[in-house]
């Protein structure tokens, strides 16, 4: 049984010895592993702005286009650390976890692993989403950027 439920806020930012950073759901932590659900692999763009050079945050699917699999193992020994994720990243995790719920049940098939990052362009560029979730949550610490 799994102790996850869509609720859950245990997010967590996970970078693994392969370079990939996937924030996830921590649903277990056992001695040699973790079960993680809804993994999204996070990216950094770089892109020059008429404000200088601008980082975005780009997230798409880690696994799922290859399985229908929920939950995932990863061996510890594959991790080289973990952090709780922010308040506005754990807000822009479950918008973009939400708009992923929306897609998947009005399409018949999934085509690409990188098809987030394009739907989510078609409307919004990451950024804006992003700073738009940054301005709706009242801040009550001044870490959060």
């Not at 506005?88 to 399409?107: A, C, M, T, V």
């Not at 098809?115 to 801040?139: G, M, R």
Request: glycine fraction near 2%; include cysteine.
């Amino acid at each position: 049984m799994h102790s996850s439920n869509k609720n859950d806020t245990s997010y967590k930012v996970i970078k693994l010895t392969n370079s990939e950073t996937i924030i996830a759901s921590l649903t277990s932590d056992n001695a040699n592993d973790i079960e993680i659900q809804n993994p999204l692999l996070m990216t950094i763009d770089i892109h020059m702005s008429e404000l200088g050079e601008r980082e975005s945050l780009n997230l798409c699917r880690w696994i799922e286009p290859y399985t229908e699999q929920k939950y995932f193992t990863i061996t510890k020994s594959t991790i080289v650390t973990t952090a709780n994720a922010s308040v506005g990243l754990s807000n822009y995790y479950e918008y973009f976890l939400k708009k992923l719920d929306d897609w998947q049940e009005n399409s018949h098939s999934i085509k690409s692993k990188s098809f987030a990052k394009e739907y989510t362009n078609d409307e919004y560029t990451d950024e804006e989403i992003y700073d738009e979730i940054l301005d709706s949550i009242e801040v009550e610490s001044k870490s959060i950027h």
